[in-house]
């Protein structure tokens, strides 16, 4: 029998790759043969370039990591573009990367619900839609995978932005 979770051969993006959940995926995925483009705003944590090391390693894979702000203009299509050029192609991309900014409501300020929005929905809609730009492009085959919260169904009272935006 096959291994269900064989990627080997297939090449992954993950966005919020740094550290936390992003971290973790990029390296279950490098462990299953898939190479990586770990793209964030922030530099790789010790802990994360350490299994991403480990995982590659066993694996036989590569891993890339691409610095991207995921708030800016035409963002979304120049981390597609530029995980392209590093990997040579995509088969996979893992929107994780998320925010999170805490007011009680009526303090909730434009500019707090603004940057959750950009990063949290925007990014992976216009990140989802590069993407499959490249993937229908090449006539390949493509999976996206959205990570969400618990919050998007129970709510919660300082973080207004964030739930709208998991929701």
């Known amino acids: 029998m096959n291994n269900a979770f064989d990627r ?3 090449v992954a993006l993950v966005t919020g790759a740094a550290q936390g959940i992003g971290a ?12 990586v483009v770990c793209a964030d705003f922030a530099p790789m944590a010790d802990e994360s370039t350490a299994a991403m090391d480990a995982a590659t390693q066993a694996s036989g894979s590569q891993y890339w990591y691409l610095k991207a702000n995921l708030t800016e203009n035409g963002a979304p299509q120049r981390v597609i573009d530029d995980a392209v050029k590093l990997a040579g192609q995509l088969d996979i991309l893992a929107n994780v990367a998320g925010t999170i900014r805490r007011a009680p409501f009526l303090e909730h300020s434009e500019e707090d619900f603004d940057f959750v929005m950009k990063i949290n929905l925007y990014a992976p809609v216009f990140l989802s839609q590069a993407f499959c730009r490249h993937v229908v492009g090449r006539q390949g085959k493509g999976k ?24």
């Open 144 to 167: 996206i995978i959205n990570i969400c919260s618990m919050l998007s169904y129970q709510g919660g009272i300082l973080v207004p932005g964030y739930t709208a935006s998991k929701h």
């Open 8 to 10: 080997t051969g297939k």
């Open 24 to 35: 973790a995926i990029a390296a279950k995925l490098a462990a299953a043969g898939a190479s």
